[in-house]
């Protein structure tokens, strides 16, 4: 099961929400007050926060998302900032979370889902889904 926290569950779970921000891989530079301003876009609700449970309640994901609104293709996507799993995950787990993220996406009016990754097991579940794999690539200045 995927939830979709509220702004009191984020305040009520924020440790183990930053848990899965520490642990995962970065995809920009660390900077300073990063934990902040995770905090604040969440509570205001720029971007939202999801746990998966399995049927005993444990957690067993967590996923952090925000909408990308291209302006020069006309199109809003839903973007996936955050996979972070806290306990194996099998093939039906990835599944519900795709197949909610695809709902919530759809209900909001996006055109795609995008994100980046070089984890494995992401990459083949877009693949899976027939989606396109592209390069990102970063920097620091």
């Known amino acids: ?3 979709k926290l509220t702004t009191e569950d984020i305040a009520k779970h924020w440790e183990v929400i930053k848990e899965a921000l520490i ?25 939202s926060c999801w746990f998966q449970f399995d049927k005993q309640e444990t957690l ?7 909408f990308f609104n291209d302006e020069l293709s006309g199109t809003k996507n839903l973007f996936i ?3 972070y799993s806290y306990e194996k995950l099998t093939k039906h787990d990835k599944a519900a979370s795709i197949v909610a993220m695809t709902r919530y996406a759809k209900a909001e009016k996006c055109t795609q889902i995008v994100g980046f990754s ?8 877009v693949k899976q ?5 592209h390069t990102f690539f970063t920097y620091s200045i």
């Open 1 to 3: 099961m995927v939830v």
């Open 23 to 47: 642990a995962a891989p970065p995809l920009a530079n660390e900077q300073e007050g990063k934990y902040h301003r995770t905090l604040a876009c969440l509570m205001r609700g720029s971007y």
């Open 60 to 66: 067993k994901s967590c996923l952090i998302t925000g």
């Open 81 to 83: 900032y955050l996979v």
């Open 118 to 125: 070089s984890i494995d097991y992401i990459i083949d579940l």
């Open 129 to 133: 889904v027939g989606g396109e794999l």
